[in-house]
């Protein structure tokens, strides 16, 4: 079935620094979302992309949709404490009756 | 506005027992999906109800079942519970899965 490949699976930063991560399907997805997790939290969506090559922010997040509409990246800048936790890409097919598909999740800790 | 509700936010169960969770999704979402998350397999799709019809199923036993009713809120279903079933039970909604979903803060299952 339809799978997700995240990577890096975890990644420990300082403060400050860029932040790059990125997610892969051997399917085509014709929506990809990025998520973040807090500790005991449920998901909150950061970012969606709906179109090949699309490059989209919010704040200091970007996020593209790859031109082969099987890959994601996510990018975050000038990392801060409460970037930690866990960030997941999902992707969506383009009927109703597709499944959003989630990828292991990346996990980020920031050092102060 | 409100967001996802689940109820109840922990519990602890004996194998064997079954157990009923619930969730509210925001109003005016039709579209209720539920996740399973464990530590070594993320975010494992259970299935989705629109407009109390399950359009969608993830491979699960099928001790696990669900329903959703006329008001959008949705009940999952787990009989003769397992060690394994221990996990964070999170339920999502959506007017339009294509902008995404919203998380409930889930329920954590423990069974002992």
């Known amino acids: 079935g339809q799978q997700l490949n995240q990577s890096p699976q975890s990644m420990f930063i300082q403060e400050g620094e860029d932040v790059s991560m990125n997610c892969t399907s051997s399917?085509?997805?014709?929506?990809w979302l990025w998520y973040k997790q807090d500790p005991g939290e449920g998901p909150v969506l950061l970012i969606a992309?709906?179109?090949?090559?699309e490059l989209t922010s919010n704040g200091r997040l970007t996020a593209q949709f790859g031109i082969t509409r099987k890959d994601s990246f996510l990018n975050i800048s000038a990392s801060i404490p409460s970037d930690v936790g866990i960030y997941f890409c999902?992707?969506?097919?383009?009927?109703?009756?597709?499944?959003?598909?989630f990828g292991p999740g990346t996990s980020l800790s920031v050092i102060p | 506005k409100a967001g996802v509700t689940q109820t109840p936010r922990y519990l602890i169960k004996t194998r064997g027992q079954q157990v009923t969770l619930s969730c509210s999704p925001i109003?005016?979402?039709?579209?209720v999906s539920w996740y399973q998350q464990t530590p070594g397999q993320g975010l494992q799709f259970l299935f989705e109800?629109?407009?109390?019809?399950?359009?969608n199923k993830g491979n699960f036993p099928g001790r696990f079942s669900g329903r959703q009713f006329s008001n959008s809120r949705s009940e999952m279903n787990v009989s003769t519970l397992e060690l394994g079933d221990s996990a964070l039970y999170l339920c999502?909604?959506?007017?339009?899965?294509?902008?995404?979903?919203?998380f409930g803060s889930g329920t954590r299952l423990t069974v002992v």
């Open positions: 999502a909604s959506s007017r339009d899965k294509n902008y995404g979903y919203t």
């Open positions: 399917s085509i997805f014709n929506t």
């Open positions: 992309l709906y179109k090949a090559g």
């Open positions: 999902a992707g969506l097919g383009l009927t109703s009756y597709d499944k959003v598909i």
């Open positions: 109003s005016g979402h039709r579209s």
């Open positions: 109800y629109f407009s109390e019809t399950q359009r």
